[in-house]
């Protein structure tokens, strides 16, 4: 039973415009919620968190967004640049010992 | 430099064929977990260690075996590998704490098991 969900597998964005990545997940015990970043040939890289008692966080062009009651998190990248092109893996953590992650989204900014 | 180191980075071996694939972390990190990653499934933990002698099964568990002697070191042991084994594993470690921050992860080992 996947517990943290990412419905679209890749996504593709020009230059310069806004990335929207989406997440849903279904247990409502999580407590943190965290966006990681997977480059080819590399491990995932941490790229931005947020608590369960938020909504919102920002970091430089990176703000997740957290809606408790739809059980959704998304990752918005603004303005998108080609250097963003990665796998992006959404993940929450349950009772802080264990990380579940979602499926991932591909992301291709294209000039 | 803080790091998490994996070897082999790529594997390729036979059914039944046991190896270990070793992890091994500088920053003194008291958690370290194994992660498989699949198309379409993403990333699923196989085991963790909450600190030295303390290991307990994820979600994915079956054909694998962990040992954590000491803190920096947490090797994945498959006693007798099945092609299902085939995947791109990932080892991660965190601090207490960091729970904000998630863990650090190694470059990967690929493995094929033919």
């Known amino acids: 039973d996947q517990q943290v969900k990412q419905n679209s597998p890749s996504l593709s964005v020009q230059e310069g415009r806004i990335s929207i990545l989406n997440c849903d997940y279904t247990?409502?015990?999580?407590?943190?919620f965290l966006w990681y970043k997977k480059y080819p040939a590399e491990g995932p890289t941490f790229l931005i968190s947020i608590s369960s008692i938020k909504d919102k966080n920002e970091d430089g062009r990176f703000t997740v967004f957290l809606n408790k009651s739809a059980k959704h998190l998304s990752l918005h990248i603004v303005p998108s640049q080609p250097g963003d092109s990665a796998v992006y893996f959404c993940?929450?953590?349950?009772?802080?010992?264990?990380?579940?992650f979602g499926t991932g989204t591909r992301l291709q900014v294209f000039p | 430099e803080a790091q998490v180191t994996q070897n082999p980075r790529y594997l390729i071996t036979v059914t039944g064929k046991k190896l270990t694939v070793t992890c091994s972390q500088n920053?003194?990190?008291?958690?370290m977990s194994w992660y498989r990653q699949d198309p379409g499934l993403g990333l699923r933990q196989i085991y963790y260690s909450m600190n030295v002698e303390v290991t307990d099964k994820g979600d994915v568990p079956e054909g694998y075996k962990v040992s954590r002697k000491e803190k920096r070191n947490f090797p994945l042991i498959l006693e007798s590998p099945s092609p299902n084994q085939t995947s791109l594993y990932f080892c991660?470690?965190?601090?207490?704490?960091?729970?904000?921050?998630?863990?650090?992860f190694g470059s990967g080992t690929r493995l094929t098991v033919v």
């Open positions: 993940a929450a953590y349950l009772n802080t010992d264990k990380l579940i």
């Open positions: 991660a470690s965190s601090g207490s704490g960091t729970a904000l921050y998630g863990y650090t």
């Open positions: 920053m003194n990190h008291e958690y």
């Open positions: 247990n409502s015990m999580f407590d943190y």
